[in-house]
């Protein structure tokens, strides 16, 4: 079993700027994807950013100049840096990682999500 473990999140004015960490433990051969998605209250989770073992990340256009995402193999972490945050960003946001557990097969392992919310 691989848990992912979320801190960062805060209320924060439009403007602002924000880092999201992810730790990731347990039961680890490799993780191949770490990513960030995040889903407003009434809608769907969305992709953020997400990023490969070898450093090739993508973001949603809507966050495309403004956030950041980077990674840690030996740590197992990630990281969500967000600059000029705006209401719209407002949602929970949640940790994935996508990878071979030292069992030999996939694993796809959530994050319990941490709020981020921005006011005008």
């Known amino acids: 079993q691989v848990q992912l473990v979320e801190s960062g999140g805060a209320l924060v004015q439009a403007g602002a700027s924000l880092r999201l960490s992810c730790a990731a433990s347990?039961?680890?051969?490799?993780?191949?994807?770490m990513g960030w998605y995040r889903q407003a209250p009434g809608k769907q989770r969305e992709l953020v950013a997400t990023?490969?073992?070898?450093?090739?990340?993508n973001y949603a256009d809507s966050v495309k100049g403004r956030f950041a995402i980077f990674r840690d193999n030996a740590k197992n972490t990630v990281t969500l840096q967000m600059n000029g945050l705006k209401p719209e960003d407002t949602a929970v946001y949640y940790c994935?990682?996508?990878?071979?557990?030292?069992?030999?097969?996939?694993?796809?392992?959530w994050g319990q999500g941490t709020q981020v919310t921005v006011s005008s």
């Open positions: 994935n990682a996508d990878g071979i557990s030292t069992l030999g097969g996939r694993f796809r392992s």
């Open positions: 347990g039961r680890i051969f490799t993780i191949n994807v």
């Open positions: 990023i490969t073992t070898g450093g090739s990340s």
